[in-house]
């Protein structure tokens, strides 16, 4: 057996955690491969943690430009389940932004936040469920790993997004009608 087949036999017989940890470590080092046979890139990319938890926290989030590119802008909201408790947060980003940029940006800033407030109570987010919701097919199926993130610019935020979700103990990730977004964010 020569060296990789048993690396990948010891891999094999670690436990499920653990073997997410390595995943997630091998992509945020930049270590995991692009493509490898006729696994989907799904597969290739760190899984985020998944399971049947209903949510703590439900955030959703928004951004668009002004021009594309042009003047960026987003919001995000985070609702605490348990009381229904909810802010609206408006986000100015400047010139030079595409849509997707602020889209990205957006969910970002909403997930730093939330990790921040968690953090700033004492908790650990690992201890949290997050269900994160947006109109964006785009940012909602690259970070799940379902579409490709070819440009750099974009293959940046999503391995951002994914390092910051995968700090929760559930995740869970919504493509909603805009008409959704819109009422809860009010643009």
């Known amino acids: ?3 990789v087949e048993k690396l990948a036999a010891a891999i094999a017989r670690l436990k499920a955690e653990d073997r997410e940890r390595l995943f997630r470590l091998l992509a945020q080092r930049g270590g995991w491969p692009p493509r490898a046979g006729r696994a989907s890139q799904r597969e290739l990319i760190s899984p985020l943690p998944q399971g049947n938890r ?5 955030l959703v989030f928004d951004g ?4 594309n590119p042009g003047w960026g802008y987003g919001s995000y909201a985070i609702m605490r389940v348990q009381d229904g408790a909810q802010r609206v947060e408006r986000l100015d980003f400047g010139e030079g932004y595409t849509n997707n940029e602020a889209e990205y940006d957006s969910l970002i800033a909403g997930l730093q936040d939330l990790l921040d407030r968690i953090e700033g109570a004492g908790r650990q987010p690992q201890e949290f469920a997050v269900q994160v919701r947006g109109d964006s097919s785009l940012v909602i199926k690259q970070v799940l790993g379902q579409w490709k993130a070819k440009d750099a610019r974009m293959r940046e935020r999503r391995d951002r997004c994914r390092s910051l979700l995968g700090r929760f103990g559930n995740v869970e990730l919504r493509l909603q009608p805009r008409e959704e977004s819109v009422r809860v964010l009010g643009h």
């Not at 209903?54 to 439900?58: A, E, F, S």
């Not at 668009?64 to 021009?67: A, D, L, W």
């Open 64 to 67: 668009g430009s002004k021009g």
């Open 1 to 3: 057996m020569d060296r």
């Open 54 to 58: 209903r949510p703590d926290y439900v």
